[in-house]
């Protein structure tokens, strides 16, 4: 695997959807490579820590438009992130 700069701050520096297309793939290697330090490693731990973390934070930005959701790749980055360990 090649070298990363740490998840946690390229989750930050996320700005865009190609950003967050190399964030997905640095995560993915990181389950693979690194499984113990992912309390959630099953598809349905994960997608329940998803859940849980999603359900207990309040919204992160507001929308700018009718268009926008108000969720930024950056957002989206943090939820996958913190779906790893979250209960």
Same mark, same amino acid.
């Given at each position: ?27 993915? $290697?990181?389950?693979? +490579?690194? *499984?113990?330090?992912? /309390?959630?490693? @099953? ?12 359900? $207990?934070?309040?919204? +992160?930005? *507001?929308?700018?438009? /009718?268009?926008? @959701? ?18």
């Amino acid at each position: 695997m090649p070298h990363h700069p740490d998840i946690l701050e390229m989750a930050q520096r996320i700005t865009s959807k190609q950003d967050f297309l190399e964030f997905l793939a640095v995560l993915t $290697d990181s389950c693979e +490579a690194a *499984p113990d330090q992912w /309390e959630n490693s @099953t598809i349905r731990a994960y997608l329940e820590g998803l859940r849980g973390f999603t359900q $207990d934070t309040p919204d +992160a930005e *507001p929308p700018h438009s /009718e268009e926008c @959701t108000g969720l930024s790749w950056r957002r989206l980055a943090e939820m996958l992130l913190a779906a790893r360990v979250y209960d």
